[in-house]
């Protein structure tokens, strides 16, 4: 209600103190809207900017992955520790509580499976079903060089507009197909044209050499893709080595739900993330966490 009498002081005005405005200081996320930006404060944790996210999407091409075959148990646990969630729609109305506040990070591509030429996706949920399940960023694959690149392509650009319109910001999956060199030069290459046509953040591979300029190179976020089961004390050096050559987090999915103890591992993960952890520290605090029970 409009105050009848003024009781403010003009000090309260701090006239000549500039207004503050903050917008989240996320590798090229200044010029984005509040909505976008909002959301990327959900996935990037504020203070440091980073992001642990559990990628258990696997099953919309692959059924259920070893690991996965029961969300409810393996993977509902390790919310806690995750800064994001990568899935479908499906899992998450079915199995994923509501309560759990965990931001997801929807998965909106697919078509082809395993059998199938992979490259073949189409877009597989509208913006609208996004929102519906308050997503906070929506994924889909770009096959650089693959057979349906174009079309890959095609599908990523128009989830930008929808996400452009709706405030929801866009992950490119880039650098997936086995007959792909994944090395520095094809890297800058992948990441770069997603982020040049409108992906708000990319997820790729980590190679050993010069990734960081696949990180200089794109002008948004890069999470690091985990990839296949690694010995722990392996994976926790390989998202070491990512995070010190630019990426802003990683998106694991098999080397942490497939590890012995997945969440003495995502734990460890997020050590190595947001507190820089040396990977041989990072693997000691895996070793003293208590083994899961049965
Ligand atoms: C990659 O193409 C998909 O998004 C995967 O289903 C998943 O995110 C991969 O996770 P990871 O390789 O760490 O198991």
Redesign the pocket.
Known sequence: MADHEDRTEGARFAASVPQRHEPFPLKGCGALDWGMQSRLARVFRPDTRRTVML?I??GYFQGPTTGLERVDLSIVPLLPWADAL?TTRGMIRSTIPPASRVPVVLRASGGPSILKELSDEQLAVSMEDAARVNACAVAV?VFIGGEHETQSVRNMTRLVDAGQRYGIPVLA?TA?GKELTRDARYLRLATRICAELGAHFVKTYYCEKDFDTVAAACPVPLVM???RKLPERDALTMAYHAIENGAAGV?????IFQSDSPQAMIRAVGAVVHKSSKPDDAYDQYLREPAPAG
């Open positions: 990628a999407d696997h990568m694959q999956v997936v893709a985990g990839g998106d694991m999915g098999r080397n």
